[in-house]
């Protein structure tokens, strides 16, 4: 008797670390979610109306959230020893580990086709939105941003803007065939200006003055990075949901057992 009441206390308690477990992913997903949100506001600019990119990360937020209060919930029912609670956590994992096997399978189909679309928005933002290099608007102020950040110009490269509306609509004597954003910038200054402006529309080719490639294909690698804390913080989830259901279904049936004793 001792020995079963040893082993349910057990139960007990790793259910409640592993629960906990599981509170902290939620919580990590919630917080790389508002990190899209609040700190790329720059590249979801870029994207335009697309809702791709801004619903992925609230989506992000929600389940986040929604993790969280589950971990939550699996915490008190495993504490407080609520039959109700933990039957209740376990159908909720047991959603939340569909949903995310369905949401891993539509990831990987449509992967391809998500990078072209939000590669085409800002191409669209460039060619149609910009206004010029002092320019003030949101859209205008997220590319002349993200080329110093990231050392990029254009979508693909700097023969985007020869397209842009920007570009053709500019006077004949003042002619610039991108913004001085594109320029590489002088680090050692305070001011951030570029390295040498001349030089830089004089030969845009040359890496030493003119930043070298398109922002999507920079600002994807950034990306990619923060789907691989993604993807290994879903992983662990999922782990800890697959121990989680069984530790959960394990304590209320031990509990409907005591109660018949």
Same mark, same amino acid.
């Given at each position: 008797?001792? !020995?079963?009441?040893?082993?349910?206390?057990?139960?007990?308690?790793?259910?409640?670390?592993?629960?906990?477990?599981?509170?902290?992913?939620?919580?990590?997903?919630?917080?790389?979610?508002?990190?899209?949100?609040?700190?790329?506001?720059?590249?979801?600019?870029?994207?335009?109306?697309?809702?791709? /990119?801004?619903?992925?990360?609230?989506?992000?937020?929600?389940?986040?959230? /929604?993790?969280?209060?589950?971990?939550?919930?699996?915490?008190?029912?495993?504490?407080?020893?609520?039959?109700?609670?933990?039957?209740?956590?376990?159908?909720?994992?047991?959603?939340?580990?569909?949903?995310?096997?369905?949401?891993?399978?539509?990831?990987? +189909?449509?992967?391809?086709?998500?990078?072209?679309?939000?590669?085409?928005? +800002?191409?669209?933002?460039?060619?149609?939105?910009?206004?010029?290099?002092?320019?003030?608007?949101?859209?205008?102020?997220?590319?002349?941003?993200?080329?110093?950040?990231?050392?990029?110009?254009?979508?693909?490269?700097?023969?985007?803007?020869?397209? !842009?509306?920007?570009?053709?609509?500019?006077?004949?004597?003042?002619?610039?065939? /991108?913004?001085?954003?594109?320029?590489?910038?002088?680090?050692?200054?305070?001011?951030?200006?570029?390295?040498?402006?001349?030089?830089?529309?004089?030969?845009?080719?040359?890496?030493?003055?003119?930043? !070298?490639?398109?922002?999507?294909?920079?600002?994807?690698?950034?990306?990619?990075?923060?789907?691989?804390?993604?993807?290994?913080?879903?992983?662990?989830?999922?782990?800890? +949901?697959?121990?989680? +259901?069984? /530790?959960?279904?394990?304590?209320?049936?031990?509990?409907?057992?005591?109660?018949?004793?």
């Amino acid at each position: 008797m001792d !020995s079963e009441g040893g082993c349910y206390n057990c139960m007990k308690y790793l259910l409640f670390v592993f629960n906990l477990l599981f509170w902290l992913s939620g919580a990590a997903l919630l917080g790389v979610g508002i990190w899209v949100i609040v700190a790329q506001q720059s590249f979801i600019t870029l994207v335009g109306d697309n809702p791709l /990119f801004i619903t992925g990360a609230y989506i992000l937020i929600g389940v986040g959230a /929604f993790v969280f209060f589950v971990g939550f919930l699996g915490c008190c029912g495993a504490i407080k020893e609520s039959k109700c609670m933990l039957i209740l956590f376990f159908i909720l994992l047991l959603l939340i580990f569909a949903a995310e096997i369905v949401a891993a399978v539509l990831a990987f +189909m449509f992967r391809a086709k998500s990078e072209q679309v939000l590669s085409d928005m +800002m191409n669209k933002t460039l060619q149609e939105d910009y206004k010029g290099p002092k320019a003030q608007d949101p859209t205008s102020a997220a590319w002349n941003y993200v080329q110093i950040i990231f050392g990029c110009c254009g979508t693909k490269g700097y023969s985007d803007w020869l397209t !842009s509306d920007w570009v053709t609509n500019q006077g004949q004597g003042t002619r610039m065939n /991108f913004p001085s954003s594109c320029c590489v910038r002088d680090k050692l200054t305070l001011d951030n200006l570029p390295k040498n402006e001349t030089a830089c529309y004089l030969n845009p080719d040359d890496p030493m003055y003119m930043n !070298s490639g398109g922002c999507f294909e920079k600002m994807k690698s950034e990306f990619q990075q923060k789907i691989l804390i993604i993807a290994i913080v879903g992983i662990a989830i999922a782990a800890v +949901m697959i121990l989680g +259901m069984v /530790f959960s279904i394990c304590m209320v049936r031990n509990m409907e057992e005591n109660t018949r004793m």
